[in-house]
């Protein structure tokens, strides 16, 4: 979604745009080599294009995208196509617990302020007690740690997991967030924790009109359909703040994504593919 926040960069609120500004994109580095830039990686490439032939609302009357669900709903209900209609809201907070490093040998265990045990604490209860807020299609994940000294000979002083939560009513983040800032208020195992936001953003609703578009094309081409919610973010929902956008699901195997065993079967691309067809082709008739 880099070069669709730079595209829509314009067009995007405040506390969004200021990742992605151009001049920041290209100058971002490399994780393999830690020296070469994006935009030496996008000269080289072939594919750097010009800007005017960028998405613009002058010259395009609206945008629909296409993807896999990433997800199991689809497959599970039965569903070929996805008529997705919002991205979802979320935010990021980092929470870290700050402890004291000993050497692992020699320091008694009542005394330690052990940072990695700390979080494990507090995450469990975090667990506990966002499952207890009982919120129908709430998901929240941590999937990215740091620790500190990160080795196996000494206790960690530092320890710093992220809290992903997503659902479509701001109202649900909001009993959310309430729970992983009250573990701030108390020590885990001897360590502070302390809670930064990272970032957030609100629900993103596609254009009722291309929607129903989208809806009425897989009912005339016959495809098993369904509306769906989109609990990733997306090029679309950057491109929505500009035009008129929508997009269609197909279905992921076993609800696989982001690894080798991704796989969507050629029927239900193509599936997809004509549900596109058939409802730009509406919206062109529109216009």
Same mark, same amino acid.
């Given at each position: ?9 314009? =067009? ?21 080599? /830690?020296?070469?830039?994006? *935009? ?15 998405? !613009?609302?002058?010259? =395009? ?12 709903? +689809? ?6 196509? /996805?008529?997705?209609?919002?991205? &979802? ?8 617990? =700050? ?20 979080? !494990? ?18 998901? =929240?994940?941590? *999937? ?24 479509? !009513?701001?109202?649900? &983040? ?56 989109? /609990? ?27 690894? #080798?065993? #991704?796989? !969507? ?6 599936? *997809? ?7 730009? +082709? ?6």
């Amino acid at each position: 979604m880099m070069c669709s926040g730079v595209v829509c960069y314009d =067009y995007l609120p405040e506390d969004i745009r200021a990742k992605f500004r151009k001049e920041d994109m290209l100058l971002s580095k490399s994780i393999l080599d /830690g020296v070469s830039t994006f *935009g030496e990686a996008l000269e080289k490439s072939g594919f750097k294009g010009e800007e005017n032939n960028r998405l !613009s609302p002058a010259r =395009y009357r609206c945008m629909f995208e296409t993807h896999i669900e990433q997800g199991p709903i +689809l497959e599970d209900s039965g569903d070929k196509i /996805g008529v997705v209609d919002c991205v &979802l809201g979320m935010f990021n907070y980092r929470l870290r617990f =700050y402890g004291q490093t000993v050497h692992a040998g020699t320091f008694p265990m009542p005394k330690r302020r052990d940072a990695f045990y700390a979080a !494990s604490l507090a995450l469990c209860r975090l667990h506990e007690e966002i499952d207890r807020l009982g919120i129908p299609d709430l998901v =929240y994940t941590t *999937g990215e740690v740091v620790c500190h000294p990160c080795v196996h000979t000494c206790v960690p002083d530092y320890f710093d997991f992220s809290v992903d939560a997503r659902h479509e !009513s701001p109202e649900a &983040l909001q009993k959310v967030l309430k729970v992983v800032l009250s573990l701030t208020e108390r020590e885990w195992a001897g360590c502070r924790c302390e809670a930064v936001k990272a970032w957030n953003r609100d629900t993103v609703y596609w254009d009722k009109r291309l929607v129903s578009y989208v809806k009425e094309a897989a009912e005339e081409l016959g495809v098993r359909h369904r509306y769906i919610h989109s /609990g990733a973010g997306h090029d679309a929902q950057f491109a929505a703040y500009m035009l008129p956008t929508t997009m269609i699901f197909v279905q992921s195997k076993d609800g696989l994504s982001h690894c #080798e065993p #991704e796989f !969507s079967p050629v029927s239900h691309c193509t599936a *997809g593919a004509s549900v596109i067809l058939n409802a730009v +082709l509406k919206a062109d008739a529109d216009d």
